[in-house]
């Protein structure tokens, strides 16, 4: 046994991340449909990560996240691009941006955010058929040799942990947001 075989079976940490596996799975196999457009429909909020329900788009929790408390938000209206959207549902999805900004910011602290859109599969859109902007929390120190080294991501939180954290933040914000409508 070579010196350094010896220090990586007495030193080297396992990093477990069994949920990431459904994820794996899943590249290159296509859905039915949209996940945009079903999961609303689906009246399951919580199993589906819903957070918030407005007139004109929704707040989910991503599947996937890049980091913990990763959101999106995504209007109802099955389009690709944001020059598709009417003048309600711009002003809806920017509300609901803010709206996820400070209950995260109320709930999980973060040290600042990246908030974007990626319009097309080129520009990154892993669903590039229907708009939806993402909103990920960011703190000093969260980009680590892991992503750059392991190519892992570790997520701090089970999702549904963070959905229950989140939630109240959501209903308590939402009453003073003019997008307020339910969250089931």
């Not at 859905?31 to 919580?46: A, Q, S």
């Not at 909103?135 to 992503?147: A, E, Y």
């Amino acid at each position: 046994m070579r010196l350094y075989e010896k220090w990586e079976k007495s030193h080297m940490n396992q990093l477990w991340a069994p949920w990431r596996m459904a994820y794996i799975a899943g590249i290159g196999h296509k859905d039915e449909g949209c996940i945009f457009c079903k999961k609303p429909e689906e009246n399951k909020d919580r199993e589906n990560l819903i957070l918030y329900r407005g007139k004109q788009c929704f707040i989910i929790m991503n599947l996937f996240p890049y980091n913990n408390g990763h959101l999106m938000v995504v209007p109802y209206a099955h389009c690709p691009d944001i020059g598709f959207l009417d003048k309600q549902a711009s002003s809806e999805v920017w509300e609901c941006i803010c709206l996820s900004r400070k209950a995260l910011t109320e709930t999980l602290h973060p040290d600042g955010f990246n908030i974007g859109i990626n319009l097309g599969r080129t520009a990154g859109a892993g669903i590039d058929t229907h708009l939806h902007v993402h909103i990920v929390p960011r703190w000093n120190g969260d980009t680590n040799f892991m992503p750059v080294l392991g190519e892992a991501k570790v997520i701090s939180q089970a999702l549904h942990e963070t959905y229950d954290a989140l939630l109240p933040a959501f209903r308590s914000t939402a009453g003073t947001s003019s997008a307020a409508s339910s969250t089931r």
